[in-house]
């Protein structure tokens, strides 16, 4: 599975993103999605992923204001994020895996480029 993802940028405080990531098999439609974070001198973080099956899952800091969605016909996963922070300035990744609670443990098996996310005034 080749991941690529797409969409980051820099954004002023409040302002909204959406990233992409494009899958290359068709076996995709099975494979659970997510998408992480890493800041400079932080810890990856899971910030939301999604079943094969639309169940879907968010940190913390991030409910409300992001929402993921999986388009399986495209082979895509999307990442709309809305009234972003500078906290969320990071470099994300999307990820996949078959099994759900690899993703949950931050152990997909299948990494897509990281795309760089800035918040900044």
């Known amino acids: 599975v080749q991941l690529q993802a797409s969409g980051g940028g820099t954004v002023q405080p409040g302002g909204s993103l959406t990233l992409s990531c494009a899958a290359s098999?068709?076996?995709?439609?099975?494979?659970?999605m997510g998408w992480f974070r890493q800041a400079p001198e932080k810890e990856r973080e899971l910030v939301a992923a999604?079943?094969?099956?639309?169940?879907?899952t968010y940190s913390d800091s991030v409910k409300g204001r992001f929402t993921i969605s999986r388009d399986n016909a495209k082979n895509t996963v999307s990442l709309q994020m809305n009234s972003l922070k500078p906290d969320d300035t990071a470099v994300y990744y999307c990820?996949?895996?078959?099994?759900?609670?690899?993703?949950?443990?931050?152990?997909?098996?299948?990494w897509g480029q990281g795309t760089q996310v800035t918040v900044s005034s």
């Open positions: 990820a996949a895996d078959p099994t759900w609670t690899r993703i949950l443990k931050h152990t997909p098996a299948h």
């Open positions: 098999r068709r076996i995709f439609s099975s494979y659970q």
């Open positions: 999604v079943t094969w099956k639309g169940t879907t």
